[in-house]
């Protein structure tokens, strides 16, 4: 069976440090991987995807970046983390291919910036 | 991009059935209806998603307009497991990658369950 790792689950970093994020998918191969972010009392907001290896869609600026290293390794990166960058990360993955695509969420790493 | 309109909360006792609607007025031919839930600081799930019939699993049950202008999300028996935010939410037109197209949250519908 299929199943998604996040972490790590909890985060607190100072204003303009560094961020890593990873995310990594078991049990399939080639599948479509994304991330969210979810600010208090908000929806989700759709952050990247990816439909491949190397393959990074953006949806909207800012100041974070994705990296898919391996074939299901995400990563989510800053190099300078703001306040506004704090919220709850979603990473999710969908098979490719189906127009249903249904997606599979990970357990999420809540980041904290102070 | 199609849009959807919930309330913003809901509340139901235990053991009853909850009704969810969600309005879809734009919604096109070819867009399904899907249905995900995200219980509190957890990643959303999978519910249930259909075009045109009703549809039926072990977690709910979908029941889909004739003209598919809006949806109901029914639970059968309210639990208080089923406190959560629900999403209504329908298929982006703009494909990623081979075939397979993004799905846009909203803010969704908050169920409570009282005991």
């Known amino acids: 069976s299929q199943t998604i790792h996040q972490w790590p689950a909890t985060l607190v970093q100072p204003v303009g440090s560094p961020l890593s994020l990873e995310c990594t998918v078991e049990?399939?191969?080639?599948?479509?991987l994304y991330w969210y972010r979810q600010a208090a009392g908000r929806g989700l907001q759709l952050l990247f995807y990816s439909v491949g290896i190397g393959q990074i869609s953006s949806e909207v600026p800012q100041n974070l970046s994705a990296s898919r290293p391996q074939d299901r390794q995400f990563i989510l990166s800053s190099k300078k983390l703001l306040l506004s960058d704090s919220g709850f990360y979603l990473c999710a993955w969908s098979v490719i291919g189906t127009s249903l695509n249904e997606q599979f969420f990970g357990p999420g790493t809540r980041l904290t910036v102070l | 991009d199609a849009k959807t309109t919930q309330p913003n909360s809901m509340e139901s006792n235990e053991e009853e059935p909850v009704h969810l609607p969600c309005n879809h007025s734009t919604i096109s031919g070819t867009d399904y209806i899907h249905w995900y839930r995200q219980l509190p600081s957890q990643g959303p799930e999978y519910v249930i998603h259909?075009?045109?019939s009703n549809v039926n699993n072990r977690m709910a049950s979908l029941a889909i307009a004739e003209d598919r202008k809006s949806s109901t999300l029914i639970l059968h028996r309210a639990t208080l497991r089923d406190a959560a935010v629900y999403y209504c939410?329908?298929?982006?037109?703009?494909?990623?990658?081979?075939?397979?197209?993004?799905?846009?949250f909203g803010k969704g519908t908050k169920l409570s369950v009282i005991p």
């Open positions: 259909g075009l045109t």
């Open positions: 049990g399939t191969s080639n599948p479509n």
């Open positions: 939410i329908l298929r982006d037109r703009r494909m990623i990658g081979a075939g397979s197209y993004q799905l846009t």
